[in-house]
């Protein structure tokens, strides 16, 4: 596993993965600058950001564009994951 050991929760920060961290921010229908999502997360460093997104869009669970000199990101639209009523992102398991 890349950043932390198995088992120790290293690299998981205070609430998870930087992963589920990330969705719990970002919205399926607005595009966030990436410095949004950082401001939402403040103990996240910026490495740490850049690979979690990463690894959602290379999962096809978050779509990434850039614009001017940022990065926006969203929610895939067919991604599986979509938010309760309690606003957090839930995986679609079908």
Do not use: C
Request: negative net charge.
């Amino acid at each position: 596993m890349v950043g932390r050991e198995a088992g120790t929760g290293e690299g998981r920060g205070r609430d998870g993965l930087p992963e589920d961290r990330i969705l719990a921010v970002v919205q399926y229908d607005l595009w966030m600058p990436i410095e949004e999502v950082m401001e939402h997360i403040p103990d996240m460093s910026w490495t740490q950001l850049f690979l979690g997104v990463d690894i959602l869009s290379r999962r096809g669970d978050v779509e990434l564009r850039r614009k001017g000199f940022t990065y926006m990101v969203r929610l895939a639209q067919f991604s599986g994951h979509k938010r309760g009523e309690d606003g957090a992102a839930h995986h679609d398991h079908r």
